[in-house]
């Protein structure tokens, strides 16, 4: 009867082990990404906020938008959109897919830890703001439209930079649309039907479907005409 109890609560010292440690591993890994990755966020706010011309973009489009707009930018503009424009993006997070091809690090726990805490976009929105961005304007037009969106924020030269990640995401060559000579960028005839070279170059590829609202060489703003 003594030996069977003490087996008993062996088993279950055992049992309470097993369970309890791998617990409290995933409770400190959990707590350890989260702060690792407020931090990550913050820091991007923060450069963004050093880069000229990024803060008075961001507070200009909260004044000349209604606050129950869509914002038309690359998801990695949707945090400060929220936070200091206080408007709605498409999507303000990478997706796992994203993360897979370009996001992940060679830190495997960090990895590990954003598999499991991390906050994911979707991939059918990221798909979608790279297909708006890479598409003629009458085709992007009506995906502009599933998401409800009236408003557009570009950056430059940070979208540009951007341009060849964009393209690969939405499925094109992004060397055929967009090249580097002298270091300045230059689109390409075929790159002159992308809304966002369009955007970019508005001064010689005139978007058709968009009013400039706001330019201070760093950042523009476009209202959305639809037809």
Not at 29 to 50: H, Q, T
Not at 74 to 89: L, T
Not at 136 to 155: D, H, T
């Amino acid at each position: 009867m003594k030996r069977g109890f003490w087996r008993t609560k062996r088993f279950v010292v055992i049992l309470a082990t097993v369970i309890l440690i791998p617990t409290l591993l995933l409770l400190v890994l959990r707590i350890d990404f989260g702060i690792r990755e407020r931090a990550r966020e913050d820091a991007v706010l923060e450069y963004f906020s050093k880069q000229e011309g990024m803060p008075e973009a961001f507070a200009q489009l909260k004044q000349l938008t209604p606050p129950d707009s869509m914002i038309l930018c690359w998801w990695d503009y949707g945090r400060a959109v929220r936070e200091w424009s206080h408007r709605e993006v498409i999507e303000a997070y990478p997706s796992r897919d994203i993360w897979y091809t370009v996001g992940s690090t060679r830190n495997p726990l960090r990895n590990l830890g954003a598999q499991l805490f991390g906050t994911w976009g979707s991939s059918e929105r990221i798909h979608d703001l790279a297909r708006i961005f890479m598409l003629p304007e009458e085709q992007s037009l009506p995906i502009m439209r599933k998401y409800n969106v009236s408003y557009a924020l570009v950056f430059t030269p940070d979208d540009l930079q951007k341009f060849h990640w964009i393209a690969e995401i939405a499925g094109y060559n992004g060397t055929e649309y967009l090249i580097l000579q002298d270091d300045n960028y230059q689109p390409t005839e075929l790159g002159s039907q992308a809304i966002l070279l369009r955007l970019i170059f508005d001064d010689t590829l005139h978007p058709q479907h968009f009013t400039k609202l706001f330019d201070n060489d760093k950042g523009k703003i476009y209202q959305i005409d639809y037809p």
